[in-house]
């Protein structure tokens, strides 16, 4: 029996598992084994509210109702040559294999970084929380004004007081100037202080120290810095950019992999989303890369005809806490939505990541599109 083996329990390796069932349809082959040492799908956009209970889905009630294995197990090796992975010692083989380990933060060489908090898993956020919890009027300073670093940053602001520091001269570097007003009223409104054209030159139990000598008393220090893709993607041959993301094709097959039997999903690919723009790291990405890398590697065994990534039109929304949210479309951010109205989309937004439970049918309904199904 053909085997198709899926590495990593995200948005992108579940959906692939629940993409390659569904068209592999009432045959028993394909066999379909997704690999990853954790119990849960986690919803990552959920955890800078603090709630990483509330963030978790259990991998078995989507899994289990589509027929697809899974291997409690980490992935420490990959031999595209021999077509098998090496998880916790033991080999297992693969005719096509799915790479959907995600990415992971890019942590400091500080001095003193043991001491920073990040949210950036469930248990990061989790002992972010556990730090924070019962203080009263605690200080935590948020280092990054990037999209993790602002959603974090204003959701702290209703519990306590918040430092946002940020390397650029501007908040939401990355973001652009569409949405920086929204972004720049919201923490004026809540009382966030923050100090652009600076870095954290040192942490520790107390607080952070910036490059300026600038001593910052702080009951935690937050590290929002980026993510790269996780370590296994060296593993595979091919083309990397910056981030460490495999160059795909827009089967999202690896482009250079020896036989052309890996495809590569969500934060370890760097496809193409529309002409100009590679995908970013964010679940509006994984989830239909997730879909589409699941169907074509059961396609390809099968000899059925293969479907492209075309996403949705790129969009943003960006939590601002009790500030309200912003909402933008396109490439150059142009705001859409903003206060109530945009708080309400991003509400509806978490609510519709969360993949249906326990129903093959509605799961197989849901990975037939490429989208997540949000309202523009």
Not at 45 to 74: F, M, N, T
Not at 105 to 132: I, K, M, N, Q, Y
Not at 198 to 215: K, P, Q
Request: aromatic share 4%; glycine share 12%; proline share 6%.
């Amino acid at each position: 029996m053909s085997h198709i083996v899926i590495i990593g329990g995200g948005f992108a390796g579940v959906w692939s598992a629940v993409a390659a069932a569904r068209t592999r349809g009432d045959g028993k082959s394909p066999r379909i084994t997704l690999v990853t040492p954790d119990d849960d799908l986690v919803l990552r956009p959920r955890l800078h509210r603090l709630d990483p209970d509330a963030a978790r889905v259990p991998l078995k009630r989507i899994l289990a109702p589509v027929g697809a294995e899974h291997l409690r197990a980490k992935v420490t090796d990959i031999d595209t040559t021999g077509h098998r992975v090496t998880a916790d010692g033991h080999e297992i083989g693969y005719d096509r294999l799915v790479l959907a380990s995600g990415s992971r933060l890019v942590r400091p060489g500080l001095p003193g970084a043991e001491h920073l908090f990040d949210v950036d898993t469930a248990e990061g956020a989790a002992r972010l929380a556990s730090r924070l919890r019962g203080l009263d009027g605690f200080t935590a300073v948020v280092v990054g004004a990037g999209f993790t670093g602002l959603e974090v940053a204003t959701e702290l602001a209703s519990r306590g007081n918040v430092v946002l520091v940020e390397r650029a001269d501007v908040v939401g570097p990355d973001l652009g100037p569409g949405p920086r007003p929204v972004i720049e009223a919201a923490l004026a409104d809540l009382g966030i202080r923050t100090l652009l054209g600076t870095a954290v030159a040192a942490v520790d139990a107390g607080g952070a120290t910036l490059a300026d000598g600038t001593r910052i008393a702080a009951d935690a220090v937050v590290w929002t810095g980026g993510v790269q893709a996780g370590p296994l993607t060296a593993l595979v041959p091919g083309e990397r950019d910056h981030l460490g993301r495999l160059a795909v094709d827009r089967h999202l097959r690896v482009r250079g992999e020896t036989g052309g039997d890996v495809f590569a999903a969500g934060d370890v690919a760097a496809a193409l989303a529309e002409p100009g723009h590679h995908v970013l790291q964010c679940c509006q990405h994984a989830v239909p890369m997730g879909k589409v890398a699941g169907h074509n590697a059961v396609a390809d065994l099968l000899g059925l005809p293969p479907e492209d990534f075309a996403p949705d039109p790129y969009v943003t929304c960006l939590d601002l806490g009790a500030a309200g949210a912003v909402t933008t479309a396109g490439w150059d951010r142009t705001v859409r939505l903003t206060g109530t109205a945009a708080k309400e989309r991003k509400e509806l937004i978490l609510r519709m990541i969360r993949p249906p439970l326990d129903d093959a049918g509605e799961l197989f309904r849901a990975a037939s599109r490429q989208g997540v199904g949000v309202p523009r």
